[in-house]
């Protein structure tokens, strides 16, 4: 399970994206995603079991740092960066605009990824909607922003149901599965599973799940060891998929072991790792 933050300081907000009319229509299936963590350094676990190249821990207000993640996720062939988000005010979303702004101009766009439990949530699908969908760097499906739902907050059909309600038709909904999501009466427009202690998860119709490991920060051995072969053949059975929703667990979770991000112990001759690279090898 993915862990959460503790408390964590203030980061200065920059000032919110310009408004831009997003295009409509919806960009070419399948989409490969990867599930993004702008948190660091104040929610870096001091026993991380890898370093990486970037530092340990590094700064996700850095420019140089979000330049080189843009880059790196470009070489992999991300097309979404699902960034977590936990809650209006937090350093999470103090950094959503720099992470808009640094991908201007490449073709890299953001969705976010909600995490707080219930209790907000009318509140907060207005504030995303009002400060970020417009953002020409966005996501958009079908016309409306993407956005991502943790399980925190949806765990039953009631709770689809009432996201749904909530969300009032202005965000393409991506909510996490659970036992028994296909048979819920009222269904949002897409379904994800969040499952890093699994290589590859597939979800028939909606997403497919990759993993490079899992060995979280407080456990003295993986739940999912590494091996770089494995993941490459999770990779191209992803691609062979052709499931809408293609993603990646994760881009740069350092607490729980996940990240596909470079780092000391698999560098390789190129400035993106051994994961990046078995990602841009496989399109």
């Not at 996700?60 to 979404?80: F, G, K, N, R, W």
């Not at 760097?137 to 749904?164: I, M, N, T």
């Not at 993986?222 to 059975?237: H, I, M, N, S, W």
Request: net charge negative.
């Amino acid at each position: 399970m993915k862990p959460t933050p503790g408390d964590q300081p203030t980061v200065a907000a920059s000032a919110p994206p310009p408004a831009a009319s997003p295009s409509g229509g919806a960009p070419d299936l399948p989409i490969r995603a990867a599930f993004f963590y702008p948190w660091y350094p104040e929610s870096w676990y001091p026993s991380s079991h890898f370093t990486p190249t970037l530092g340990a821990p590094y700064d996700s207000s850095a420019p140089d740092v979000l330049a080189y993640q843009v880059a790196a996720m470009e070489y992999a062939h991300v097309e979404v960066a699902i960034a977590s988000w936990w809650g209006q005010g937090t350093p999470t979303d103090a950094r959503i605009p720099l992470l808009l702004g640094a991908a201007a101009g490449t073709a890299l766009k953001w969705a976010l990824y909600y995490e707080p439990g219930p209790g907000t949530q009318a509140a907060d699908l207005t504030y995303i909607y009002t400060r970020y969908a417009a953002n020409p760097q966005y996501e958009h499906f079908d016309g409306k922003p993407v956005l991502f739902v943790y399980s925190r907050s949806v765990a039953s059909c009631a709770d689809a149901a009432s996201w749904v309600s909530l969300n009032a038709g202005r965000f393409y909904l991506d909510l996490q599965v659970f036992g028994g999501y296909q048979s819920c009466a009222i269904q949002p427009d897409q379904w994800h599973q969040y499952a890093p202690a699994e290589r590859q998860d597939e979800q028939a119709g909606h997403s497919f799940s990759v993993s490079p490991g899992f060995w979280l920060y407080s456990s003295a051995t993986p739940l999912l060891a590494r091996d770089p072969v494995a993941f490459t053949q999770a990779v191209q059975e992803m691609v062979a998929s052709a499931e809408p929703w293609q993603l990646i667990t994760t881009w740069n979770e350092w607490g729980e072991g996940t990240a596909v991000e470079d780092a000391v112990q698999w560098q390789s001759a190129d400035p993106y790792g051994q994961y990046v690279d078995i990602l841009h090898a496989i399109p």
